[in-house]
């Protein structure tokens, strides 16, 4: 049983009954359709866009946020490697979720960190917990920047959210999947893309059907059974950027 099935603490009955909600939800070919059109409206209505984790902008679907901070209370890491920093919302989130846990550090990389981004997310409250790498995650040399600060922890956090084609992600899942420890999750986000309308037109963005992160999964699943996709969180939320994109290590 997930842990994202039970409510620690709670009674069993309530436990039971939510399992079985969630459970259902699995099969429920309504609800996932409508959940899947409302995405795309949501998508094309830049509804992601209006959320902030104290100031920060934050471009996430609010269960994504809620199933996320489960993740972190849950699997309580001591480092989690987020790449695709933005305006820093997410960083600041988990560092903020880290602090509540009273340890625990957060590693941000991104191509590019903006300078009036970077010094709002260090002279932020909780950037005390946050170091930024400035870098393509695809590179060696970053990777190894990472490594470096995951090397002795015993509990890792992954989340990959940066470039969506197959080609950078499949790279990522080689270089930051394996960090990941027993028990532990990497989050593939935006994995709706392969979920997305036949006619659906990406404007000025190089993925689409077939070259997005969840056709790197697939693919990064064929050679590692370490991994295994937890549907239970993708039930539970059911509107998703990330179906198929929680991978748990077992």
Not at 4 to 18: I, L, N, S, V
Not at 84 to 113: F, N, Q, R
Not at 181 to 186: D, E, H, R
Not at 200 to 222: C, F, H, M, Q, S
Request: glycine letters at 6%; a negative charge.
């Amino acid at each position: 049983m997930s842990y994202f099935e039970t409510t620690p603490g709670a009674h069993p009955d309530y436990q039971a009954e939510k399992r079985q909600r969630i459970a259902s939800y699995a099969d429920d070919e309504k609800f996932r359709r409508l959940s899947n059109e409302w995405r795309t409206m949501a998508l094309d209505r830049k509804y992601m866009n209006n959320f902030s984790w104290w100031s920060r902008p934050l471009i996430q679907l609010p269960g994504d946020l809620v199933a996320m901070q489960e993740i972190v209370l849950g699997v309580q890491p001591d480092i989690i490697v987020e790449c695709g920093i933005a305006h820093g919302g997410a960083v600041l989130m988990y560092a903020s979720l880290l602090e509540l846990l009273g340890k625990g550090e957060v590693v941000g990389v991104d191509v590019e960190i903006r300078a009036h981004n970077r010094q709002a997310i260090e002279s932020h409250p909780m950037g005390k917990r946050v170091t930024l790498i400035e870098g393509s995650s695809t590179d060696a040399a970053t990777a190894e920047k990472v490594r470096t600060k995951v090397e002795g922890k015993k509990t890792v956090l992954v989340c990959l959210d940066s470039n969506h084609t197959h080609a950078h992600v499949l790279k990522e899942l080689e270089l930051y999947a394996p960090l990941v420890t027993s028990g532990s999750y990497c989050v593939v986000f935006d994995t709706f893309i392969e979920d997305m309308p036949d006619d659906y037109v990406w404007t000025d963005r190089p993925w689409g059907k077939g070259d997005n992160p969840k056709t790197a999964i697939a693919e990064y699943l064929k050679t590692h059974p370490e991994f295994e996709i937890d549907k239970s969180i993708e039930d539970k939320i059911m509107v998703t950027s990330a179906p198929d994109g929680f991978l748990r290590r077992k």
